[in-house]
């Protein structure tokens, strides 16, 4: 019978000073993994890094990286190589929307034609192209750089983020829902290419947790209180709450493992329901 077969190998986690990546960097830990901890944010990769050694007492990095410049993750990579070796897996976290890239109007109504900076028209394309870029390009180009590790060694995986907005596009956030689509596409392309390299190449697509990019959307920041659009969200998920970064972990360290030898090209919601639910 298949094993996780996760004791000692490397992964590396881009985006890992964030709330979701980190969760899912110390799941990996827990199992044995040596972790290189990406992000633009020195300090709070090293302090990921850091927490992990002490709690899990393996070997873990705290790097900074660029997601969008392959110079900079080839840097990374070869202190990788110094510090814990040859790369295992790749868990593309690096992401995020940012108001910039947002509506203020979810449709287009006759009070919006005297204002339309605040519809589909007033959308900035430099804020659409760097949520896009982060997004999409931020998954691409990582892949590039640590899959040849894989190559090299006949096997390995990635896991890519995706998001419910790739199934089903929300109002506001054009540049996120349009990469994350474009993530799950890149996903299926990915592991059809490396198909006959021994690169597996999936995708979990979690619903909705409170992070710092969407909480501006979520919750009022005077009350505290669930906006509308928070509580929208409530509402068309089954079990009624959002989900917690613990809860995406199980997902991606199945699709990491041994368990999951002939499992490639699938995209995984963690959704509360919310993607079986039409909302009647």
Known sequence: MNQLNLK???????????????AMA??????????AILDLNEAAA???????????????????????????????????????GQVDYLVNGAGGNAASATTKS?????ADLDHLEDTFFGLQMDGFDKVFALNFQGTLLP????????????????????SMNAFRPLTKIPAYSAAKAAINNFTQWLA????????RVNAIAPGFLLTNQNRFLLVDQETGEATPRGQKIINNTPMERYGEPEELTGTMLYLLSDWAKFVTGVVIPIDGG??????V
């Open 8 to 22: 000692d190998k490397v992964a590396v986690i881009t985006g890992g000073g964030g709330v979701l990546c980190s």
């Open 26 to 35: 110390k799941s990996l830990a827990a199992q044995g993994v040596k972790t």
């Open 46 to 84: 090293q302090a990921v890094a850091d927490e992990i050694t002490a709690t899990y007492g393996t070997p873990s990095l705290g790097l900074s990286a660029n997601v969008l410049e392959k110079p900079s993750l080839e840097a990374a990579r070869t202190i990788i190589h110094e510090k814990l």
């Open 106 to 110: 979810e449709k287009i109504t006759e």
């Open 143 to 162: 892949s590039m750089v640590f899959a040849k590790d894989m190559l090299a060694k006949k096997e390995g995986a990635i896991i890519n983020v995706s």
């Open 192 to 199: 059809v290419h490396f198909a006959n390299t021994g690169i």
């Open 274 to 279: 919310f993607s079986a639910y039409s909302g």
